[in-house]
């Protein structure tokens, strides 16, 4: 079975700081795409960023970036100069062979002032 | 851009009442999905239709759950009868094809069941 793990419920930091969120995954597939969807409290549901696990180069959104390692299965998400409007539920996602989203628990993220 | 628009953005109903949640995908996306969201579970993929057809309803939890998609423009997924453990956010979400593409979520509806 294929599994999203990430193994932060919630992570505090302070406004401007650099945060990383972590992301494992479990699959035997080689061909896939990883996704970073961010929550605000609005409950929208909003795509920051994807990863082709065929591209070696990290994806990068502005402020967003990954770090992508295909052979740990590892696809933590890092935002730099965060900001209040950060504060958000993070869940990443993979796509499996059904092309169906299979979700991680969510991390949820505070910037403080 | 419009996105996706799902209406209401709340119900909150009694027991044993119909509830009929509605989805209007983004214009030229021919899939759309169907999401619960709870604390428990997480978000779980309740169904989703590929050009307007079911293609995988596996996620539907039982049978008082169903959903429709008549044409291009427009999904429903109804409750009936309703029960308190269906209280959860329902999304739903639109993608350029089935593949690789990300999915545009609508800002969800709270279904509350009393």
């Known amino acids: 079975a294929q599994t999203v793990t990430q193994s932060q419920p919630e992570m505090s930091v302070q406004e401007a700081e650099t945060v990383t969120l972590s992301c494992t995954y479990d699959t035997s597939e080689n061909n896939y795409y990883l996704f970073w969807y961010k929550q605000p409290p609005s409950r929208q549901m909003i795509l920051v960023i994807r990863q082709e696990a065929y591209k070696q180069q990290n994806a990068t959104e502005n402020r967003f970036s990954v770090n992508f390692q295909k052979a740990a299965k590892s696809f933590s998400l890092k935002i730099s100069d965060s900001q209040l409007g950060d504060t958000a539920m993070y869940f990443c996602a993979f796509i499996d062979s059904n092309y169906q989203l299979i979700w991680g628990a969510g991390t949820k993220l505070i910037i403080k002032p | 851009d419009a996105g996706v628009i799902q209406s209401p953005r709340h119900e909150v109903t009694e027991m044993g009442q119909e509830v009929t949640l509605r989805c209007k995908p983004i214009?030229?996306?021919?899939?759309l999905f169907w999401y619960r969201q709870t604390m428990m579970r997480g978000l779980e993929l309740l169904i989703y239709?590929?050009?307007?057809?079911?293609?995988?309803d596996s996620g539907m939890p039982e049978d008082r759950f169903s959903a429709k998609m008549p044409n291009a423009s427009f999904s429903t997924l109804k409750i009936q009868p309703s029960e308190p453990r269906d209280s959860a956010v329902y999304f739903c979400a639109s993608s350029l094809g089935v593949g690789n593409q990300p999915q545009h979520f609508g800002d969800g509806t709270r279904l509350s069941i009393l």
């Open positions: 214009s030229g996306h021919n899939s």
């Open positions: 239709f590929n050009n307007n057809v079911p293609i995988d």
